[in-house]
């Protein structure tokens, strides 16, 4: 029954990766500022929120489970620790209802910071298969980058109510574009309600899928058993032996996993009992045997479809991303993309047998970084070339929508400062941030109310000095924790700082419920990690 209930939720959570970023909604108060529509203001239930509280309604049923099975679950201090802080981030985020000025709006985003956080902890908890999650990451990735080459190519967002998508045309007033010499180019959204958001999707999802193309295989039992456990000498003679089976390269691309030590069990060793064989080298001829009993051609050709879908992913989503034009997105994908490649290169081997197998399958692995590095470089050329103009105006700040987006963003960090220094104790309350410019100076149009383009800043304004301190221990406690384990997985630190990138330079990770879920779902992925790597 437990174990049902397990795979219930791993597989609905699978499900609600894939499907998070469509923005399929009922809106069921509509949001008004000075007589006009006020986006900050609009309350709405996601369709996405019926499967996460499917996921939390089974945990809290498996929880009461295993309390009556007497399973008993082993808290790590780093589980322990970050529960600790994230009640007080919680706790205080709810007390900022109090001295907000529009209690139920207040109340909506912390409804919605709470969603996001319990999906933070059950993630934590729950035993899922990073391989299939990164998959469905990476999937809903090549979705949302067709849709939008699509769009962009089409020069119109089409709408469609269903998939919760609004219409948008190179014409409209408020529409996202790139200006240049008198034309309007429409900006890629997919189905996002902005293309910054679509970039910082679509960053991760590009991370994710270059990281699935270098690991869609497993290692040969050679590099997974005996060569760390060196603590006696028959352990380190086994992982000697076993560094010797590491030779033939072929053999070694077509070891599996085993699954654990060999069933085989060892004789008694009493007197005048000996034996012509060392029974642990027995034990591992056994395994070995087992390995390439299951070794078949069929999953070799399986792993080899899985690395050509994990590369053309990594293209299409390039090829989304390009096509949302966001600065933010595309600095964060290419520093993450950058330390990608440092640690790739400069990774220090930390047994014999990792580096014998290195010596083939490693730079195998080094001209794969190659080839795709030259694959993208080559895309990246060819559509710089094809939309230079609309590139160059991006950078060089010379037409006068870019001059007037520049200019209010700074604006935006201006006024964000003025609220700090305002309010800096308490803020002026979760999501109320919108709200408290339109006090300070009404009369303007509903649409100029805008957050600060820093995800940072927009805390400290709405959660006071405390919140924001909280906030940047937390992140700060999860950078270090993935410095950590650098070497050894380096998916966490990237993941890290490209959240911290694109939080300096928009704020879509707080205003909105999908930028809420996916950021804590992000830095629960990482913690994950950390957890299982102690």
Same mark, same amino acid.
Request: aromatic share 18%; glycine share 6%.
């Given at each position: 029954?437990?174990?049902?209930?397990?795979k219930?939720?791993?597989?609905?959570?699978?499900?609600?990766v894939?499907?998070?970023?469509w923005q399929?909604?009922?809106i069921w108060q509509?949001? =008004?500022?000075g007589?006009?529509?006020w986006?900050y203001g609009t309350?709405?239930v996601y369709?996405?929120?019926?499967?996460l509280w499917?996921i939390i309604?089974f945990?809290?049923?498996?929880?009461?489970k295993?309390r009556?099975?007497k399973?008993?679950s082993q808290?790590?201090?780093?589980?322990i /620790?970050i529960f600790?802080?994230?009640?007080i981030?919680?706790?205080?985020s709810g007390?900022?209802?109090?001295w907000s000025?529009?209690?139920?709006?207040?109340?909506?985003?912390?409804f919605?910071?709470l969603e996001?956080v319990?999906? /933070?902890?059950?993630?934590?908890?729950?035993k899922?298969?990073?391989?299939k999650?990164?998959?469905?990451l990476?999937?809903?990735?090549?979705a949302?980058s067709?849709?939008?080459?699509?769009?962009?190519?089409?020069?119109?967002?089409v709408?469609?109510?269903?998939?919760?998508i609004?219409s948008?045309?190179?014409?409209?007033?408020?529409a996202s574009?790139v200006?240049?010499?008198?034309?309007?180019?429409?900006r890629?959204y997919g189905?996002?309600n902005?293309?910054?958001a679509l970039?910082?999707?679509l960053a991760?999802?590009f991370?994710?899928?270059?990281f699935?193309?270098f690991n869609?295989?497993t290692p040969? %039992?050679?590099l997974?058993r005996?060569?760390?456990?060196t603590?006696s000498?028959?352990a380190?003679?086994e992982?000697a032996r076993?560094?010797?089976d590491?030779?033939?390269h072929k053999?070694?691309?077509?070891?599996?996993?085993t699954?654990?030590?060999?069933?085989?069990k060892?004789?008694?060793?009493? %007197?005048g009992?000996s034996q012509?064989?060392?029974?642990s080298?027995?034990?591992t001829?056994a395994s070995l045997?087992?390995a390439?009993?299951y070794?078949?051609?069929?999953k070799?050709g399986?792993e080899?479809g899985?690395?050509?879908?994990?590369?053309?992913?990594?293209?299409?989503?390039?090829a989304?991303?390009f096509?949302?034009f966001?600065?933010s997105?595309?600095?964060a994908?290419g520093?993450g993309?950058?330390?990608? =490649?440092?640690?790739?290169? *400069?990774r220090?081997l930390?047994s014999?047998?990792e580096?014998k197998y290195?010596?083939?399958?490693?730079?195998?692995?080094? *001209?794969?970084?190659?080839k795709?590095t030259v694959?993208?470089i080559?895309?990246?050329?060819?559509? /710089?070339?094809?939309?230079q103009?609309?590139?160059?105006? *991006?950078?060089?700040?010379t037409e *006068?929508?870019e001059?007037?987006?520049?200019?209010?963003r700074?604006?935006?960090l201006?006024?964000?400062?003025?609220?700090?220094k305002?309010?800096?104790?308490?803020?002026?309350?979760?999501?109320n941030?919108?709200?408290?410019?339109?006090?300070?100076?009404?009369?303007?149009p509903?649409?100029?109310?805008?957050?600060?383009?820093?995800l940072y800043?927009l =805390?400290?304004s709405e959660?006071?000095v405390?919140?924001?301190? =909280?906030?940047i221990?937390?992140y700060f406690?999860?950078f270090?924790?993935?410095?950590?384990i650098?070497k050894?997985?380096p998916v966490?630190?990237?993941?890290?700082?490209?959240?911290?990138?694109?939080?300096?330079f928009?704020h879509y990770?707080w205003?909105?419920?999908f930028?809420l879920?996916?950021f804590?779902?992000?830095l629960?992925?990482?913690?994950h990690?950390?957890?299982?790597?102690?």
């Amino acid at each position: 029954m437990l174990f049902k209930i397990k795979k219930t939720i791993e597989y609905l959570f699978y499900f609600f990766v894939f499907f998070l970023p469509w923005q399929t909604a009922w809106i069921w108060q509509e949001g =008004i500022l000075g007589g006009a529509k006020w986006e900050y203001g609009t309350m709405v239930v996601y369709g996405s929120e019926i499967l996460l509280w499917l996921i939390i309604l089974f945990w809290f049923v498996l929880s009461i489970k295993e309390r009556k099975s007497k399973v008993k679950s082993q808290k790590s201090k780093v589980y322990i /620790f970050i529960f600790l802080y994230f009640y007080i981030f919680i706790l205080w985020s709810g007390l900022s209802i109090i001295w907000s000025a529009d209690k139920s709006l207040a109340f909506y985003w912390y409804f919605h910071l709470l969603e996001a956080v319990a999906l /933070f902890f059950v993630v934590i908890n729950l035993k899922i298969d990073w391989r299939k999650f990164f998959w469905a990451l990476a999937l809903s990735g090549v979705a949302q980058s067709v849709l939008a080459v699509w769009q962009f190519l089409s020069q119109q967002v089409v709408a469609n109510k269903w998939l919760g998508i609004a219409s948008h045309f190179p014409a409209d007033l408020g529409a996202s574009v790139v200006s240049y010499d008198g034309y309007r180019w429409l900006r890629a959204y997919g189905s996002f309600n902005h293309p910054n958001a679509l970039g910082g999707f679509l960053a991760v999802c590009f991370l994710i899928a270059l990281f699935l193309y270098f690991n869609n295989t497993t290692p040969p %039992p050679c590099l997974k058993r005996g060569v760390r456990r060196t603590g006696s000498s028959e352990a380190s003679s086994e992982g000697a032996r076993l560094n010797a089976d590491c030779r033939d390269h072929k053999e070694r691309q077509a070891l599996p996993r085993t699954g654990g030590r060999s069933k085989i069990k060892t004789p008694p060793n009493g %007197p005048g009992q000996s034996q012509s064989l060392p029974w642990s080298r027995l034990s591992t001829l056994a395994s070995l045997a087992s390995a390439r009993r299951y070794a078949t051609p069929l999953k070799q050709g399986e792993e080899h479809g899985k690395k050509i879908l994990s590369a053309a992913s990594v293209v299409v989503i390039f090829a989304g991303l390009f096509f949302s034009f966001s600065r933010s997105a595309w600095l964060a994908a290419g520093v993450g993309y950058l330390i990608f =490649i440092i640690v790739k290169t *400069r990774r220090r081997l930390v047994s014999t047998a990792e580096k014998k197998y290195v010596e083939t399958h490693g730079n195998a692995s080094l *001209r794969g970084l190659v080839k795709i590095t030259v694959y993208l470089i080559v895309i990246a050329v060819i559509l /710089f070339f094809i939309y230079q103009p609309l590139v160059t105006t *991006r950078f060089t700040q010379t037409e *006068r929508l870019e001059i007037k987006s520049s200019a209010e963003r700074v604006a935006s960090l201006g006024e964000a400062g003025q609220t700090i220094k305002e309010n800096w104790l308490l803020g002026v309350g979760v999501g109320n941030y919108t709200y408290h410019q339109y006090q300070k100076n009404p009369g303007q149009p509903a649409f100029a109310y805008q957050p600060a383009h820093n995800l940072y800043l927009l =805390i400290f304004s709405e959660l006071g000095v405390v919140g924001f301190i =909280i906030f940047i221990f937390l992140y700060f406690y999860i950078f270090i924790t993935s410095l950590k384990i650098l070497k050894n997985n380096p998916v966490p630190f990237i993941l890290v700082v490209t959240l911290l990138i694109a939080g300096l330079f928009d704020h879509y990770f707080w205003t909105s419920y999908f930028g809420l879920v996916f950021f804590w779902l992000v830095l629960a992925i990482i913690l994950h990690f950390r957890v299982r790597d102690r």
